[in-house]
Structure formats: C-alpha cells, structure tokens
C-alpha cells in the first residue's frame, strides 16, 4: 500500500514538473492566445466612419448594417490589431456575421472569416443547450477567434486566425461539441 501512493504521488509530482517546465498553464500546447500576436503600434486618434460605399449596392441584411448612415458607427473605437474596428451584423437570433473598418483609412473589409456564425444556443439532446463564445478579439493583437458554427452547418468548433495586412489566415481550428442534429 504505501508502495502504491508512493508511485502515485512521484507521478504527480512528475506530471506537475512536465507541465512547469514545458510553460503550459492548461492549454493545448498550440493554442494561439492574443499575447502570441501582439501589435507594434496602436492608433489612438479619430475613428475615420467606415466608407461602405453606396447603398444601392446592398440588399437584405447588408442594407442594414451598410446602407445605412455611416455616422451610426461614429462612437466606435479601435478594438482589433492597432487600427481596425470589428463589428457584426446580425442575421437572426444567435446568428451574425463580421465586418470591419480601418479606423485610419475608413476602409472596409465586408464578411470576415469564416462568415456567418451561428452561436446558438442550440438543443444539444437530454434537455442540455450548446451555446458558443462567438468572436473574441482585442486592440493589442491580430488574433481573432472565432468560437460557433458556421451558417446552418454542422460546422461547429473554433478557428483561430491571424490578420497579416490584408487578410486573414487561419492558424488553427478545433472541432468542439456537435449539436443533436449533427449526430
């Protein structure tokens, strides 16, 4: 017996050890986190409104959130790699997709990666609901994360992208819990 919780506990403590030392504070070992992204500089002047163009060219949910006033979008304030402000436009309940704007430019990027994202919360069977995160992003970074399913898909999981000037490049994305009428 005292062999036995010896062991355990030299395990454990191996195990501890592992975990200290490879830097890993519970998550996978290839998670992209923001701080792995940083940004060398950060804007802190005027917002410039987004330059959506004409409003003849949008129909259905895009002449909502384009056709409008651009002055609608005036308090916004830089909230993603330095200089660019992300926002969405929704599509239904639990459903959206990303837009955004270089707060210097006015320049607007329509229909960010992956599109349209449903975050629920959707049945997922026994009485339990699936809800997902959505999108997190921050100023001081050019990661974005995208945590749902993409439009009326079985989809479902978390993408991590990176902004590299001009686009977005997928870095990763991690299957998660599928929905009951996905099974």
């Not at 998670?31 to 940083?38: G, H, L, M, Q, S």
């Not at 002055?71 to 599509?91: L, M, S």
């Not at 229909?111 to 049945?123: C, H």
Request: aromatic share 12%.
């Amino acid at each position: 017996m005292c062999f036995l919780v010896t062991r355990r506990c030299a395990v454990a403590v191996l195990w501890a050890a592992v975990c200290l030392l490879s830097g890993q504070d519970g998550q996978s070992a290839g998670t992209p986190r923001f701080e792995d992204y940083p940004v060398s500089s950060f804007y802190r002047g005027v917002v410039k409104l987004p330059d959506f163009g004409s409003p003849g060219q949008y129909e259905g949910t895009e002449l909502r959130c384009f056709g409008g006033d651009p002055r609608e979008y005036a308090q916004k304030q830089v909230n993603f790699a330095g200089h660019f402000v992300i926002d969405a436009c929704t599509c239904g309940s639990g459903c959206h997709y990303l837009f955004m704007w270089d707060a210097i430019s006015g320049k607007v990027f329509r229909r960010l990666p992956p599109g349209v994202i449903d975050v629920g919360p959707f049945d997922s069977g026994g009485g339990q609901s699936v809800e997902y995160k959505g999108e997190e992003h921050r100023a001081d970074s050019s990661l974005l994360i995208v945590d749902g399913c993409v439009g009326d898909t079985c989809d479902c999981g978390t993408r991590y992208y990176k902004w590299n000037g001009d686009a977005f490049d997928l870095i990763l994305s991690q299957e998660s819990r599928l929905l009951l009428r996905c099974r």
